[in-house]
């Protein structure tokens, strides 16, 4: 089989769909369709053998645009570049051949960039950028330009791609300030760290071209650098130092700003700082002169110190004014001729025993916001002055002595209080001279004149003197001396130093009493009275009375006030003839005395008639026994005695001068609680010598009257015969009533 080969050209345009009829081979072969078998583009055809070679031709058509292989292109130029420079631009792609490739390359508008484009040998076109006008980053940092690639094509097709151009910094703007001059107003005392500014410099410049650092210039003193600090990277000015307005009223700064480029360039201003006034002075107080010691009665009027005052501040902080910080017998006076002065006077009277020392204290105060103030201190001390006499701290003293006091011994501490000083308030101490009874008051009495200690001379006896009243001055050491007198009374008190004596019934010393009664005596027939009387004091002298022994107690009862002794039964037979009785006197001191008496009773048959209780009834003559009559006698001579002892206390009485103060209670008067019987009138206060007389009286036939005194515990007891008529007896007892009324005044 001989093989045959033959070629077949095709053309076709690209982008033919799929299926789209490129040629009949069968026909332009001259070969029958069923003996082709397609080999790509090869057609072999068998039996026999033969080989055709078709060439298939794709017509380009323009369907694909121009592009970059990057279309964000970045180009650092200088600023400092000359017009002309060139700079190489990526050329573009288009995949199309022919007409329909690259035709030209357009640069968007620029007023600083243009394009030219060369064809190379191979017929490659490429772009350059040019420069066509100098640059100023400073006025435009970055270029954005749009380079476009333009095919031949129909219709035609074109692609583009950035053209970033970033114009690098030179170091052509210096630093500028917004001003040139910055006033700042400050107040004094500002804290430090305090930030009083902070300067912004701008350089037009970047990076470190742009880059400032701040720094005084040498036209910015040394004082001022003090106070002020400046951050030279941010431009902060703070306080570093202590502004005082009174030191510098204001501050200038000259500072610079200079950037960081090989070849820096500056800038500067001027920063004056103007210092506010705070009120952060605190006001002077300069004592000038001063009187710290002076005598209490220093004149009103009369100047202690002269006082001036001052302030740094100005305006209202330091308008200044003084005064004294509470009420003292003190006053300022502004000097007129000079106004920042002042005089501390006197100005009330001063007493150094009230305030021994003033601490004045001048406060001076600002009238600032919020005031400030400070305040000084004088002291002044008060000399004394004899000023003041001696004082006690009663006027009148009642010192209570008990009777039998030891001589020597301490009465009581009279001592008064002198408030003056030193000499002026040594005191010594008198007993005013005054006589009782023609005795001197410094033979009973003694005081020590140096701490006014009161003694006692003598021993006292309360039943003999019973007060005593005298004066007693202090006076001080001054010049002239002061001095002052207080009354002492002196009151003896009563002992229990006397025992009761007995008196009824009357018998002899250590005898014992012998009384008959009638056997068929009735029961509560009043048998005896025992008596008793007691020189002590009333309280002392209160007796009472009990059986010691007694034969028979159920036969006799006694009655322990009034001492009457009483049957309680009749008699019986059985009863012994003679009955002992025995009675104790006791009387109410501490510890009690007594005394007593031994009755012996015998019982007779003979009718004797009994006692009547207390009636006012004739009694019988045959009843007047030795025994009545031996009491009689003894209470005569008693009421004789003590009729001597109120005459010569009469007398003295009358002697004496009275004192010029209320005088006390009667001392020495007999007229008492002790009894005493005058003719036949007896002036009496207690029962006991009631019954007494009565007894005694009425066994002499006598009728007893018994009168109270006006106003008074006493009574008048008047013994008057039987025979005398009613009225006789009522003139009488009136009569006898009025004598004892006038002597009782008489003695008291």
Not at 195 to 216: Q, R
Not at 303 to 310: D, N, P
Not at 514 to 529: F, H, M, N, Q, W
Request: with cysteine.
């Amino acid at each position: 089989m001989n093989d045959d080969k033959s070629e077949a050209v095709y053309s076709i345009a690209e982008e033919m769909e799929r299926g789209s009829v490129v040629a009949n081979l069968a026909a332009d072969l001259g070969l029958e369709p069923g003996g082709l078998a397609q080999r790509e583009l090869d057609v072999i055809i068998e039996s026999p053998l033969r080989i055709f070679n078709i060439e298939l031709g794709i017509t380009d058509i323009n369907d694909n645009a121009p592009h970059f292989r990057r279309d964000r292109v970045e180009l650092d130029v200088s600023e400092s570049a000359t017009p002309g420079e060139r700079f190489t631009l990526p050329n573009g792609v288009d995949p199309d051949v022919g007409i329909n490739t690259i035709k030209t390359y357009k640069l968007s508008e620029s007023e600083h960039f243009a394009i030219e484009i060369q064809t190379g040998s191979d017929g490659t076109q490429y772009v350059d950028l040019v420069l066509t006008k100098s640059l100023d980053r400073e006025e435009n940092a970055v270029h954005n330009l749009i380079l476009t690639a333009v095919d031949g094509g129909v219709p035609v097709r074109s692609g583009t791609a950035n053209i970033i151009v970033r114009v690098q910094d030179t170091n052509d703007n210096p630093p500028r300030f917004d001003k040139q001059t910055y006033t700042i107003n400050m107040t004094e005392n500002s804290p430090v760290g305090t930030l009083v500014m902070k300067l912004n410099a701008t350089d037009l410049d970047e990076g470190l071209n742009s880059d400032i650092v701040y720094s005084f210039t040498l036209y910015t003193s040394e004082k001022t650098q003090d106070v002020f600090a400046l951050n030279p990277t941010t431009g902060e000015i703070t306080v570093r130092g202590t502004i005082d307005y009174e030191d510098m009223k204001f501050y200038e700064m000259h500072i610079e700003a200079r950037d960081k480029g090989t070849h820096p360039l500056l800038g500067q201003c001027k920063v004056v700082v103007h210092v506010t006034d705070m009120n952060d002075n605190y006001p002077e107080i300069t004592v000038q002169s001063v009187k710290n010691t002076v005598e209490e009665n220093i004149p009103v009027g009369s100047v202690i110190a002269l006082v001036g005052i001052s302030d740094r501040d100005t305006g209202d902080n330091g308008n200044v004014s003084l005064s004294i910080n509470q009420p003292m017998p003190f006053i300022l006076n502004k000097s007129s001729d000079r106004p920042m002065h002042y005089k501390l006077i006197v100005s009330e009277p001063l007493d150094r025993e009230s305030v021994p020392e003033y601490d004045i204290t001048l406060i001076v105060t600002d009238a600032g916001d919020p005031p400030l103030s400070d305040n000084e201190t004088i002291t002044v001390h008060l000399l004394d002055v004899n000023d003041n006499a001696p004082q006690f701290p009663q006027s009148f003293y009642t010192i209570r002595v008990m009777e039998n006091n030891a001589p020597g011994a301490l009465l009581s501490s009279l001592t008064a209080f002198d408030p003056d000083l030193h000499e002026n308030q040594y005191l010594v101490y008198f007993i005013l001279e005054k006589e009782i009874a023609n005795t001197s008051m410094s033979m009973l009495f003694s005081i020590n004149p140096e701490n006014g200690n009161l003694y006692a001379l003598k021993t006292f006896d309360y039943e003999i003197e019973k007060d005593f009243l005298f004066h007693i001055e202090a006076r001080d050491s001054g010049s002239p001396p002061l001095s002052s007198n207080v009354t002492v009374h002196i009151i003896i008190v009563d002992q229990n130093d006397n025992a009761p004596v007995i008196v009824s019934p009357w018998r002899a010393h250590g005898s014992v009493v012998e009384e008959k009664i009638p056997r068929s005596t009735d029961k509560g027939s009043l048998v005896a009275k025992v008596i008793a009387l007691d020189t002590d004091s009333v309280h002392n002298s209160r007796i009472t009375y009990q059986f010691l022994q007694v034969t028979d107690a159920t036969l006799f009862s006694l009655d322990q006030y009034n001492g009457e002794i009483r049957t309680m039964r009749m008699f019986s037979y059985r009863d012994p003839r003679h009955q002992r009785l025995v009675v104790v006197a006791k009387d109410n001191g501490e510890p009690a005395l007594s005394a007593t008496v031994t009755i012996k009773l015998s019982t007779v048959e003979t009718a004797v008639k009994a006692y009547s209780d207390m009636t006012e009834v004739p009694l019988e003559y045959d009843i007047f026994s030795d025994l009545n009559l031996y009491l009689v006698i003894g209470l005569g001579s008693v009421s004789f005695l003590l009729l001597i002892t109120i005459l010569v206390t009469i007398v003295l009485k009358c002697q004496k001068p009275k004192p010029s103060k209320a005088a006390p209670p009667c001392r020495n008067s007999v007229l008492s609680e002790r009894n005493s019987t005058i003719a036949d009138s007896t002036l009496v206060s207690n029962d006991a010598y009631w019954y007494s007389l009565f007894l005694a009286e009425t066994r002499k036939g006598k009728l007893v009257v018994r009168q109270p005194v006006p106003k008074g515990s006493r009574y008048i007891v008047s013994s008057i015969p039987r025979g005398t008529g009613l009225t006789d007896t009522s003139d009488s007892a009136a009569s006898t009533l009025q004598a004892m009324n006038a002597m009782t005044v008489n003695l008291c």
